[in-house]
T-cell receptor, first 115, second 114 residues
Framework: GQQVMQIPQYQHVQEGEDFTTYCNSSTTLSNIQWYKQRPGGHPVFLIQLVKSGEVKKQKRLTFQFGEAKKNSSLHITATQTTDVGTYFCAGPFPHASGGSYIPTFGRGTSLIVHP | KAGVTQTPRYLIKTRGQQVTLSCSPISGHRSVSWYQQTPGQGLQFLFEYFSETQRNKGNFPGRFSGRQFSNSRSEMNVSTLELGDSALYLC?????????????FGPGTRLTVL
């Protein structure tokens, strides 16, 4: 089953409104990364969170890692049309056969910003 | 530094054929990972190579294979193509320094299987 759940799947906002996407893991993660993929483009690394309860900011973007290290969120303040894209979270999950961890991505949240 | 490059960018094949995709990582990066991206399954990890050795493998059949050369360039091969193999194949390189899992993705190869 899906090990990393991201909600919502889509989000329409008016330019200037805030946006939040949530990432929930079925297991405790050692770290979590966030990526952005523009339409027709490829994923671009945004940030990595490692510590329990960690909060990091990048201009209008705020990233948070939950206390239990099983959930994370990305919040964008006052969205702009340049924020359009799909935002993915990713973390290392134990391989089914055991012994290793494989990078596992959520399905992403597609942000549509209306001018 | 130049980014990750992938060739070809687009490819059309028919069922039963095989295909080889190529990836050149960022200079100095020794880790190369491959992913398959489809609308139905999202981004799925195929395998990772580090210093010419497969370091990790996802849950894909043996028809999917890869290798890495001494200059860190990597290739992936898919044999006996199926319609369901149509996807965007992304390569990502990483410096793989301690605690840093940042990956730099290439533009991808769009594979269509007819």
């Amino acid at each position: 089953g899906q090990q990393v759940m991201q909600i919502p799947q889509y989000q329409h906002v008016q330019e200037g409104e805030d946006f939040t996407t949530y990432c929930n893991s079925s297991t405790t993660l050692s770290n979590i990364q966030w990526y952005k993929q523009r339409p027709g483009g490829h994923p671009v690394f945004l940030i990595q969170l490692v510590k329990s309860g960690e909060v990091k900011k990048q201009k209008r973007l705020t990233f948070q890692f939950g206390e239990a290290k099983k959930n994370s969120s990305l919040h964008i303040t006052a969205t702009q049309t340049t924020d359009v894209g799909t935002y993915f979270c990713a973390g290392p999950f134990p391989h089914a056969s055991g012994g290793s961890y494989i990078p596992t991505f959520g399905r992403g949240t597609s942000l549509i910003v209306h001018p | 530094k130049a980014g990750v490059t992938q060739t070809p960018r687009y490819l059309i094949k028919t069922r039963g054929q095989q295909v080889t995709l190529s990836c050149s990582p960022i200079s100095g990066h020794r880790s190369v990972s491959w992913y398959q991206q489809t609308p139905g399954q999202g981004l799925q990890f195929l395998f990772e190579y580090f210093s010419e050795t497969q370091r990790n493998k996802g849950n894909f059949p043996g028809r999917f294979s890869g290798r890495q050369f001494s200059n860190s360039r990597s290739e992936m091969n898919v044999s006996t193509l199926e319609l369901g193999d149509s996807a965007l194949y992304l390569c990502a390189s990483s410096p793989r320094t301690s605690g840093n899992n940042e990956q730099f993705f290439g533009p991808g190869t769009r594979l269509t299987v007819l």
